[in-house]
DNA sequence: CTGTTAGCGCTTTCAG
DNA sequence: CTGAAAGCGCTAACAG
């Protein structure tokens, strides 16, 4: 009878204690080659090098978090991840954080700060490096967590208001403002302003007020406005446009909450004979490369997604402790003079 | 003179040791109450949550990882986050966790097999309870770790082939398959294709070697191809588009081998005045919102990145354990017979 | 250049 | 229902 044959248990874990035991040397030795880390013999390196290959030994970054109490782990929380707009923010977290072996834990909370507070507990509980956050609203409890966290806290996309550590973004506010500033000095005079569900995108409402005030200034106001409960599309950007062309037909330029809606106007447009900008000026906001590639390149505000990403990272790289107040980083906008306004 | 006041050290982290000291319970028993497991007393239990509201306790998931060596952590692997794709799946996932207190570890590959092979080491040395990589083609260094690796595998997007332990997704090459019947069916007999750069995108090449199957089948085959060296855009869909009319201004239908270029190829013929679908018929693949929205909505053929995304998580919740032999789970595909072709 | 000794903060038996 | 003891796998001093 023939004795079973011993499988490897898949389940036995090899640890830096095999490798030691493996290459007859010292956990220690094995730890320090593994991190590159402080002189080691090349002869020796070689041996254990040997023995991790042999072994497929991974070390276990929990135990090393654990005892050396830094986690490569970078937190991220961004509210959605429905449009474009985010994921080309967590493209300039992994472009940032490619090579430095740290790696991005994400979570998305849906515009809700409930859910924010929930994920900013989740997150903060693997001590995290860093946290960055999308805006500088929170609630009570989430400001508190961040606050009091030992890492480094980025609260990217706007810095229209003070950050808890830094602020990485531009002016949401100003946008709104130039955006107005720039179509007055284009003689438009009749403005209609066309929305998403801005109740919980704050950054849209501030270039909503920004807008606002310049009208104001100008002794201007919308003449209309039309706004969806729901999150912002191409399609609602299409439904929205037909809605605010009822109400008031007479509207020279239309500006829209994002370039998703705009686009949904431009399409409108299209459907129903419109003639872009002579009978509806549309004016977005982003900058995405399909307003860029519509038959008539869309007028917008190029903000600067990737960068922000990039940006942050770049924050907490440079300065691994939180500065003495705090600090804000403007990437910037830009009126993209298209040829739709 | 006064003493020096004694600021509350922010370092000092509070650990599950100050809470059971603060309450006068047992480190275990504190550990108990926090995980919601095993019988405690009401009285105890109010007790112990007075000493961690006071102290601003939060549990340490390192220690908490390293002990019941079960970290919640998913690892999730995705070649690009430049179209709207994988955020979509990315969706699902995230919908699939919320509530299961597990989080997401998200890295990027670029499409690059030894990135790949990078970042798998790296997600695996967090001992995730699952990882969730793209596609079924891997380097040899990276197939092996995954086999080896302790938790679940979910191969996602494609299930043309044998997965490690379960596919999620679709089969590519019927899709392309169908596609031909289909357009075949409506009476096309001069096609064209229009691509990114393919190279490293195995699902659209897997697309294309079905079309070409079932073309073959009919006697026919390409009459022109346009293949870009870049990844998708709707830029790069134009570009390519006016390419392929250069060489072949004879095709009756132009597909693409995704939305994003199939909506290039829209606005090239908005700009250059063809007619769709007389002068050209357009498909592609995805089908994406903007497609939908068209003034003419695209006929393409509909994945379910959600869903895909969703089911995945789904796979590795249902079952901790790697089924007896590898699952492939279908999520289908529909063709979507839109205005386009 | 290498090894020894203590933990990191929590969970898991196993006893009460 | 509660607690004591023994680690999880690794790294950080500190010696040699």
Redesign the pocket.
């Known amino acids: 009878m023939k004795p079973k044959q011993r499988l490897p248990d898949r389940k036995s874990?090899v640890?830096?204690?095999e490798v030691a035991l493996n290459a007859?040397?010292?956990?220690?030795?094995?730890?320090?080659i593994?991190?590159n880390?402080?002189?080691?013999?090349e002869?020796?390196?070689e041996k254990v090098m040997k023995s991790v290959r042999e072994l497929g030994?991974v070390?276990?970054r929990?135990?090393?978090a654990?005892?050396?109490?830094?986690t490569h782990l970078v937190g991220v929380i961004v509210p959605s991840l429905k449009n474009i707009v985010f994921p080309e923010v967590l493209r300039g977290i992994q472009s940032g954080l490619k090579g430095n072996h740290m790696q991005a834990v994400i979570s998305v909370t849906e515009y809700d700060l409930a859910t924010e507070e929930e994920m900013v507990r989740g997150l903060l509980a693997w001590n995290p490096v860093a946290v960055l956050v999308t805006g500088l609203t929170h609630n009570e409890a989430t400001s508190r967590m961040l606050r009091q966290s030992l890492g480094r806290v980025v609260e990217m996309m706007e810095i229209d208001a003070e950050p808890i550590d830094a602020a990485v973004g531009m002016s949401h506010r100003s946008a709104g403002y130039e955006t107005i500033r720039h179509l007055l000095t284009k003689g438009y005079r009749r403005f209609g302003y066309v929305a998403h569900d801005i109740g919980p995108d704050r950054r849209a409402r501030l270039r909503h007020e920004g807008m606002v005030q310049a009208l104001s200034e100008a002794g201007l106001g919308f003449i209309a406005e039309s706004r969806a409960e729901t999150p912002s599309s191409v399609g609602i950007g299409k439904a929205m446009t037909a809605r605010l062309l009822e109400r008031a037909p007479d509207i020279s330029v239309a500006i829209y909450s994002n370039d998703d809606m705009a686009v949904g106007g431009v399409f409108h447009c299209m459907e129903t004979g419109r003639s872009i900008p002579s009978d509806l000026a549309i004016f977005g906001f982003n900058g995405l490369e399909i307003g860029q590639q519509l038959p008539q390149p869309l007028s917008t505000v190029r903000s600067n997604r990737f960068l922000i990403g990039r940006t942050a990272i770049e924050q907490i790289l440079n300065d691994k402790e939180r500065p003495g107040s705090p600090v804000r980083v403007d990437t910037g906008f830009e009126i993209v003079d298209g040829a739709t306004a």
Chains 1, 2 share one sequence.
């Open positions: 874990k640890t830096i204690r007859k040397v010292s956990e220690t030795t094995v730890s320090r593994m991190r880390e402080g002189p080691i013999s002869e020796t390196r030994y070390p276990n929990i135990a090393g654990l005892a050396s109490l830094n």
